[in-house]
T-cell receptor, first 114, second 115 residues
Framework: AQSVTQLGSHVSVSEGALVLLRCNYS??????LFWYVQYPNQGLQLLLK??????LVKGINGFEAEFKKSETSFHLTKPSAHMSDAAEYFC????????????FGKGTHLIIQP | DARVTQTPRDKVTEMGQEVTMRCQPI?????VFWYRQTMMQGLELLAY????????DSGMPKDRFSAEMPDATLATLKIQPSEPRDSAVYFC?????????????FGPGTRLTVL
């Protein structure tokens, strides 16, 4: 069994500030971890993925995430927030590398204050 | 620009009616997923297919939901009869099975409202 917990259903940051979205996972096998972003009335778009290679993963739009096995975490960060980053962010886990179904967290709504 | 397409984008129906949602996966992708998104439950996997064969439909209510892949370019999700609790956004996603770290490409979703 696997699960994902995203701490904070809403996160608000000022434009230009650090973005930190938290994700903790539970998996009985080595996990494959993903972060997706969803803009209003759209589908999900992959930001980045961890596939057991480098623990620090860089994605699109300046986002990155670090896999920490000891903490079972995969937090998403961005050094400087832009207004265009306002969206819903989902962390997901797969035991089959994404070739099987994903288990998603509840999501974090990121609000950017001008 | 290859993308997953879903039809219809919006569907309003009355309780008891049959609903059919369609998905065209990205050409060459052999795995198709159906997810449902609600405010209460978030994103849930309903079912998925590989090479048109169902691999897992444990997330799908069996009494009223059915999923099929008539051919490699079409996946369908049917609800019969529909109920108000089925109101949600239904996403189709497609991907490959070669190697790990496969990305799933999501369609824009079908927003279903059952009155």
């Amino acid at each position: 069994a696997q699960s994902v917990t995203q701490l904070g259903s809403h996160v608000s940051v000022s434009e230009g500030a650090l973005v930190l979205l938290r994700c903790n996972y539970s998996s009985s096998v080595p996990p494959y971890l993903f972060w997706y972003v969803q803009y209003p009335n759209q589908g999900l778009q992959l930001l980045l993925k961890y596939t057991s290679a480098a623990t620090l993963v860089k994605g699109i739009n300046g986002f990155e995430a670090e896999f920490k096995k000891s903490e079972t975490s995969f937090h998403l960060t961005k050094p400087s927030a832009h207004m265009s980053d306002a969206a819903e962010y989902f962390c997901a886990v797969s035991s089959g590398g994404g070739a099987d179904g994903l288990t998603f967290g509840k999501g974090t709504h990121l609000i950017i204050q001008p | 620009d290859a993308r997953v397409t879903q039809t219809p984008r919006d569907k309003v129906t009355e309780m008891g009616q049959e609903v059919t949602m369609r998905c065209q996966p990205i050409l060459g992708h052999n795995t198709v997923f159906w997810y449902r998104q609600t405010m209460m439950q978030g994103l849930e996997l309903l079912a998925y297919f590989r090479n048109r064969a169902p691999l897992d439909d444990s997330g799908m209510p069996k009494d009223r939901f059915s999923a099929e892949m008539p051919d490699a370019t079409l996946a369908t999700l049917k609800i019969q009869p529909s109920e108000p609790r089925d109101s949600a956004v239904y996403f189709c996603a497609s991907g490959g099975d070669r190697g790990y770290g496969n990305e799933q490409f999501f369609g824009p979703g079908t927003r279903l409202t059952v009155l």
